[in-house]
C-alpha cells in the first residue's frame, strides 16, 4: 500500500493523490491545499510508505478499508456537521492503526533518517542564551515530532479533500482549523509529542503582540493558539522535511519562521489592522468587566432588516412573479414552487443561485438571497423557474431546479472550451447594455476589453459544465427539454453560454 502524487496543475503543483493497494485505487482531491505545501523537491511520501510496507498484508487491508469507508463519506454526504462527525470516527479508527511508539520504531531501525546538528541531549541553563526549556527541542523530543510528522502523513488525502469540500462554510481563516479538528478523538492528539509542540508553539508567540484582530474576527485570545498550532500542524509540519538532508536545517526552525510569520500578520487573516480603543470600564475588576468585543461596533455584512423584508417577501412567491411578470400563469408558479420542494434535502449549486440572483434582481437584492434560510431559498427557486419556463428558457429552467448526477459510471460532461460562444450579434447587444469594461490585470501589449457580463456568462457556463444534472421537472416538462419525458438525466447543453447571453439581454433591455 501508498500513497503517490497522480494529477499536477498548469503550475506544477500537484492537485489528486491515490491510495495505492494491491491493485486497487482511491483518489483524494488536493488541489486546495497549501500551495508551498509540496514545494520541496522530494518524496513527501516515502517514510509513510516505508512503515506501511513493513506491516503485514492483513494490517494494510484494514488501513485500506478505513480510508474507503472516508472516500465513501466524502461522496456520499454534503452536510459539513454530519461530514465532521463521520469523519471524527474514521480518523480515530485510522489511528488505531498508527501507534507513534511502532512508528517510533520503524523509524528507528528501519529508516535512513538522520538528526540534524546542533540537538542536545540535555536541556542547559546559561545566562548567555534567552533559550527556554519549553522553547527547546532535545534528541528525543525531536525524534519523536518527526515520528508524529510521519503519521500525520497519512493526513494529508483526507485533509485535502475536506478542505475543498468545506472551504466555503468554513472560510479562508478557519479551514485549517477545522480540518485539524479531525484529529480530536484521534491517539495522535492526546499524545505526548503533540502537547510538546503545543507547548512550543504557545511560548513562541510574540507576547507584546495585540490579539484585537483574531478577537474580532471570531478568535478568543484562549483560543488563538489553538488556531496557530492547526496552521503549524496541517501548513507545515504535516509537509516538512524529515529526511534530515540539510543538516543545519530542521522541522523546528521550519515551523518556528512559520509561527513568527503567522502571529506577526495575523491582522490580515482576519479583518485587516485594528486601531486599540480604550473603552470605558475595560480592565476593571470583577464582572463589570467588559470584553473585547463590546467595545467595537461591528458592520453588518447585509443589513438583518433587510433579510427580514426579503423573508417576508419571499413567503408570497406568486406575488414576487407578478411583479416582474404580471402576465405569468399563477398554477405554473405554484407547481414550480411544490416541484423544488424535492431540493430540500439536495445541495443548491453556485451557478443556480446566480440564475436566480439574475432573474430576481429588479425585486429581490442579489446580496440578500445569499443570507436566507434554505426553505425561502427554494421559494426563490420555484419563482424564478417558473419565470425562466413562462419566458421560454427551458433548459435554463431545467438546469436551475436540477440536482447534480452522481453516477461516476454515467458521466455526460463536457469541456467548456469545446462549448458555442457568445454570437457576435450578442455581444455587440451585451457592449451597448454592458458598456463599463474591466480593465486587464497584468501587461499586455494589445489591451482587450472584457466585457464583465460576457466575463460572468463564461464563469456561470463553466460552473453548470463542471456537473451532470438529473432533471426534477414534471415529465410533460422534460420531454419538451430532452424529447424523452422518462430520460432525467441530463449535460449542460453545447450552447449554454448563447442560452444564457438571451437571457442577460432580455433582463437588461427590460424585454424579460
Not at 472516508?70 to 459539513?80: A, G
Not at 534528541?139 to 508524529?148: A, E, F, Q, S
Not at 522535511?241 to 530542521?250: A, C, L, P
Not at 463542471?466 to 450552447?495: C, F, Q, V
Request: overall charge negative; hydrophobic content about 40%.
Amino acid at each position: 500500500m501508498k500513497l503517490l502524487m497522480n494529477e499536477f496543475g498548469i503550475h506544477g503543483s500537484p492537485t489528486e493523490v491515490l491510495l495505492d493497494h494491491a491493485g486497487e485505487q482511491l483518489a483524494f482531491n488536493i488541489a486546495l491545499f497549501d500551495k508551498m505545501s509540496f514545494s520541496g523537491g522530494f518524496d513527501i511520501f516515502e517514510e509513510i510508505n516505508g512503515y506501511w510496507s513493513r506491516l503485514p498484508v492483513t494490517e494494510q487491508d484494514k488501513i485500506f478499508i478505513i480510508y474507503k469507508k472516508i472516500k465513501d463519506v466524502f461522496d456520499s454526504v454534503w452536510d459539513m456537521s454530519e461530514l465532521t462527525r463521520q469523519l471524527y470516527v474514521l480518523v480515530k479508527e485510522l489511528y488505531d492503526h498508527h501507534e507513534l511508539t511502532d512508528i517510533r520504531h520503524w523509524m528507528d531501525f528501519h529508516s535512513n533518517l538522520v538528526l540534524p546538528d546542533g540537538l542536545r541531549d540535555s536541556f542547559l541553563t546559561s545566562q548567555e542564551t534567552s533559550s527556554t526549556r519549553e522553547r527547546t527541542y532535545l534528541k528525543d523530543d525531536y525524534k519523536w515530532l518527526v515520528t508524529m510528522t510521519i503519521a500525520l502523513r497519512a493526513m494529508i488525502p483526507i485533509w485535502g479533500e475536506f478542505i475543498a469540500r468545506t472551504r466555503k462554510e468554513t472560510g479562508t481563516v478557519f479551514k485549517e482549523y477545522y480540518a485539524f479538528q479531525l484529529l480530536a478523538y484521534s491517539n495522535i492528539a492526546k499524545s505526548e509529542p503533540m502537547e510538546r509542540l503545543r507547548v512550543y508553539v504557545e511560548h513562541s508567540m510574540a507576547t507584546d503582540k495585540s490579539m484585537s484582530a483574531a478577537i474580532l474576527g471570531g478568535i478568543s485570545s484562549e483560543d488563538f493558539p489553538t488556531w496557530v498550532l492547526g496552521l503549524v500542524v496541517v501548513r507545515r509540519l504535516t509537509v516538512g522535511d524529515v529526511r534530515g538532508v540539510e543538516t543545519n536545517s530542521s522541522l523546528v526552525t521550519f515551523i518556528y519562521k512559520f509561527i513568527g510569520q503567522k502571529v506577526k500578520g495575523h491582522d490580515n487573516s482576519f479583518i485587516g489592522l485594528v486601531k486599540e480603543k480604550v473603552v470605558e470600564g475595560q480592565g476593571q475588576e470583577g464582572e463589570n468587566n467588559l470584553s473585547k468585543l463590546e467595545g467595537y461596533k461591528i458592520k453588518q455584512e447585509f443589513p438583518a432588516g433587510d433579510i427580514a423584508i426579503i423573508g417576508f417577501y419571499l413567503q408570497n412567491p406568486l406575488n414576487i412573479a407578478k411583479m416582474i411578470c404580471p402576465e405569468i400563469d399563477p398554477e405554473l408558479v405554484l407547481q414550480s414552487i411544490v416541484n423544488v420542494q424535492s431540493l430540500d434535502v439536495e445541495q443548491i449549486w453556485k451557478p443556480q443561485t446566480v440564475l436566480m440572483q439574475w432573474v430576481l434582481s429588479s425585486v429581490i437584492p442579489p446580496r440578500g438571497l445569499l443570507h436566507i434560510s434554505k426553505a425561502l431559498s427554494l421559494n426563490a427557486m420555484g419563482v424564478t423557474s417558473a419565470l425562466l419556463w413562462h419566458r421560454g428558457h427551458y433548459e435554463l429552467a431545467g438546469l436551475l431546479s436540477a440536482t447534480e448526477q452522481l453516477n461516476q459510471e454515467e458521466l455526460l460532461l463536457g469541456g467548456t472550451d469545446s462549448r458555442a460562444r457568445i454570437t457576435r450579434e450578442q455581444m455587440e447587444q451585451l457592449d451597448v447594455l454592458y458598456p463599463f469594461s474591466r480593465k486587464p490585470v497584468g501587461k499586455q501589449k494589445v489591451i482587450k476589453r472584457l466585457n464583465p457580463a460576457a466575463e460572468a456568462i463564461d464563469s456561470v457556463a463553466s460552473m453548470f459544465s463542471g456537473h451532470d444534472w438529473k432533471l426534477t421537472l414534471p415529465s410533460e416538462m422534460i420531454e419538451k427539454i430532452t424529447g424523452n419525458p422518462n430520460n432525467r438525466r441530463y449535460a449542460t447543453p453545447y450552447d449554454i453560454k448563447i442560452k444564457l447571453a438571451k437571457l442577460a439581454i432580455e433582463l437588461a433591455s427590460r424585454t424579460f
